[in-house]
């Protein structure tokens, strides 16, 4: 992804269902995190009196900004189905949740046998390229330590001690009997059938 082509936006995907909006306060905080970090702001976008949620149904709210607000729209929200995931090594750089995801998304297109990829750097996994993920040992839940991106409902799960953080690399998936996805959308999902290609 190129900053000098592309105007550097950010997003914030969150959660609206039948009014009630999900986790804001965390939502909130990487937002003020990334504007002061990448442009320096101290003021605040106020997202709780940006948003007019939908009173009924079940809504992606995707908020669009960089130094002020470039959007917001609302986005009827169906999960997509996943069943199984291939381990991909890629360089790629998402410290932010930057709005332009041409890089992600091209990544999970060039590998068209699988619904998803998990994403290698440095020999350890991180996440996928539209979840954090998680790996249930027997006995914990464990998420890799360095993540792509700091989600939302990662941290929520942290803070609330329901997820561990650990070093993964794909020799360590043996050990793990079920595997679950992680995001603003669809929460913390448990995949019952999957399968893991390398």
Request: hydrophobic share 35%; glycine share 4%; aromatic share 8%.
């Amino acid at each position: 992804m190129s900053h000098d082509t592309l105007p550097l936006l950010l997003l914030e995907t969150i959660k609206v269902e039948d009014g009630k909006v999900h986790n804001l306060s965390y939502h909130q905080q990487r937002c003020d995190k990334s504007r002061q970090k990448l442009f320096g702001s101290k003021d605040t976008l106020k997202l709780s009196s940006l948003i007019t949620a939908p009173k009924e149904g079940l809504y992606r709210c995707r908020i669009v900004y960089g130094e002020e607000l470039n959007s917001i729209e609302y986005i009827p929200y169906t999960p997509r189905e996943i069943h199984s995931l291939k381990v991909v090594s890629s360089d790629i750089e998402y410290a932010h949740k930057y709005a332009h995801r041409e890089s992600l998304d091209a990544l999970r297109i060039a590998h068209p046998n699988v619904d998803e990829v998990i994403i290698q750097q440095e020999g350890y996994l991180t996440d996928t390229t539209l979840s954090n993920i998680a790996f249930y040992d027997g006995k914990l839940w464990v998420t890799p330590k360095k993540p792509l991106l700091q989600g939302t409902m990662r941290a929520k799960l942290i803070e609330e001690g329901l997820l561990k953080t650990a070093d993964i690399s794909k020799d360590d998936l043996h050990k793990y009997t079920h595997v679950a996805l992680i995001n603003a959308m669809i929460g913390f999902k448990i995949l019952n059938h999957f399968n893991i290609h390398y």
